[in-house]
């Protein structure tokens, strides 16, 4: 599994078995309609590319291009082992080094881009479709940076589930079925995005509901209420998340990956703790979220 053939044969069974998920994926609009906001957004960036990728990229894949990314990129140099739960450290580092020591190191640059500050707007109309599907993005801080914590309450505040602004004002009112915002944190950049689904009736109406909502967030920032309550979600989701091994392992491994730190859960919860009022609302002027590219796909 570590150092695995990629035989021409199985490669070209993978590649169809990709395709049929490309094509799965761009039936289901609510995974399309993010997937091509954050290509416009980020616009040539390479956080804008697929996970997938396209039917075209895949189709001119070669293995033998595949054996050589792997080479170059799956390097004892650019990889992380982490481990978590319960296990013997002495008894991992002798499996890691009979398993591992005769990797050679590569050349596995990480070059990070500025992102591009993109205000787009664009619709795709499918006729098979009932409901109009929105995406906005905009910018926001990057993995790395410490108001990621502050990014990440005033996604909940903004855009959760339930007792958010788009829930009270979009949702509770039957404007929207669907309407959130989360605080996507990357390789040196970072967005927020926003998913609603509505009737295509209610587009126009439910966008300036929105537009309001981020112009409120602007000139009157965030409560000590609405802080509370994000700050509550936050860390019961953060304690039970740590309650599994992998939840552990998952932060342990972006931590380290993103910043060459080892954070425990206590960090988190004191820097999450930390966040006042006046952070939020120096971010909100710093990024300012209402200026946002949107992507749309809805019934023609």
Not at 88 to 116: G, M, V, Y
Request: aromatic fraction near 8%.
């Amino acid at each position: 599994l570590m150092r695995p053939a990629l035989r021409d044969e199985d490669f070209n069974i993978e590649k169809a078995v990709i395709k049929e998920e490309i094509a799965m994926y761009k039936d289901l609009p609510s995974f399309d309609v993010m997937d091509r906001c954050r290509s416009l957004y980020f616009d040539g960036h390479p956080c804008g590319n697929s996970v997938l990728g396209s039917e075209e990229s895949i189709n001119n894949l070669t293995a033998e291009q595949m054996r050589d990314y792997f080479a170059k990129r799956y390097a004892p140099n650019n990889m992380v082992l982490a481990c978590a739960g319960n296990f013997d450290w002495e008894q991992i580092c002798s499996i890691a080094e009979n398993s591992c020591s005769r990797w050679q190191k590569q050349t596995a640059e990480r070059k990070l881009e500025k992102s591009p500050d993109s205000q787009k707007k664009r619709r795709v109309e499918k006729p098979n479709l009932v409901r109009e599907h929105i995406c906005l993005m905009s910018p926001a801080v990057s993995a790395q940076d410490q108001r990621r914590f502050a990014a990440s309450l005033l996604g909940t505040i903004v855009g959760d589930d339930v007792g958010s602004r788009f829930f009270w004002e979009l949702v509770d009112k039957a404007l929207a079925e669907t309407a959130t915002m989360h605080f996507a944190a990357m390789d040196g950049t970072g967005a927020f995005c926003s998913y609603i689904r509505c009737s295509n009736e209610d587009m126009s109406g439910v966008l300036d509901i929105i537009r309001s909502v981020f112009r409120s967030l602007s000139e009157s920032g965030i409560t000590e209420d609405e802080l509370k309550k994000a700050k509550n979600k936050t860390l019961s989701a953060l304690v039970i998340k740590n309650e599994l091994p992998i939840g552990r392992l998952t932060d342990l491994g972006f931590n380290w990956i993103y910043s060459q730190q080892h954070r425990s859960i206590t960090d988190d919860i004191d820097a999450i703790k930390a966040v006042t009022v006046d952070d939020i609302c120096s971010l909100i002027e710093r990024l300012n979220p209402g200026k946002f590219t949107q992507f749309s796909i809805g019934p023609a």
